[in-house]
């Protein structure tokens, strides 16, 4: 099975900072990656896939970049509305989602 | 407008079966793979199982493989999870979701859209 890893574990920013999660598979995966967006009680929410390609209605300042075992999520300029889990998913072989990044108010 | 409905879910002693089901609005249910996702109480997602758009290929984590089987009903437009020899550690809040490609054949894509889950409580 494909192991997903997603660093760091938590993360503390402001708003207005540049943030980056990334995300390592235990083999390559190409570029069959996404990303999720989850709030507290609520479902995830899609915003990235295959790796770069912006979801529709995602705002412009979630970006995704990598291929092969080395993925990562980019916020430009957190909003208050950013403060939240995020979750890496592959998709090469089944699916393996890593175990989450919780961006919080610094 | 999609909608996923999760019912089924409860409280069940341990070695005890349930089975979950998702209702599925507002799309052509059987164009589309469909999942099982998890999140156990205060933890990060765990895929559970897919199946594709006419059932023949189907795959498990294998934290549930043996124990569980998933299935669908194109006619009825919806997709179950039967949940055997249930466990402590499959305590858990149970998300439908769709795959995001049409007939996808190999094990899945990304998930365009979820429920908003079911809860399983596996305790004595």
């Known amino acids: 099975d494909i192991q997903m890893t997603q660093s760091p574990s938590t993360l503390s920013a402001s708003v207005g900072d540049r943030v980056t999660i990334t995300c390592r598979a235990s083999?390559?995966?190409?570029?069959?990656l996404a990303w999720y967006q989850q709030k507290p009680a609520k479902a995830p929410k899609l915003l990235i896939y295959?790796?770069?390609s912006l979801e529709s209605g995602v705002p412009s300042r979630f970006s995704g970049s990598g291929s092969g075992t080395e993925f990562t999520l980019t916020i430009s300029s957190l909003q208050p509305d950013d403060f939240a889990t995020y979750y890496c998913q592959q998709y090469n072989s089944y699916s393996t989602f890593g175990q989450g990044t919780k961006v919080e108010i610094k | 407008e999609v909608q996923l409905v999760e019912s089924g879910g409860g409280l069940v002693q341990p070695g005890r079966s349930l089975r979950l089901s998702c209702a599925a609005s507002g799309f052509t249910f059987d164009d589309y793979a469909m999942h099982w996702v998890r999140q156990a109480p205060g933890k990060g997602l765990e895929w559970v199982s897919g199946i594709s758009w006419n059932s023949g290929n189907i795959g498990y984590a294998d934290s549930v493989k043996g124990r569980f089987t998933i299935s669908r009903d194109n006619a009825k437009n919806s997709l179950y999870l039967q949940m055997s020899s249930l466990r402590a550690e499959d305590t858990a809040l149970y998300y439908c979701?769709?795959?995001?490609?049409?007939?996808?054949?190999?094990?899945?894509?990304?998930?365009?859209?979820w429920g908003q889950g079911t809860l399983v409580t596996v305790s004595s």
């Open positions: 979701a769709k795959d995001s490609v049409v007939g996808a054949t190999k094990g899945g894509y990304y998930f365009d859209y």
């Open positions: 083999q390559s995966i190409s570029i069959w």
């Open positions: 295959k790796a770069s």
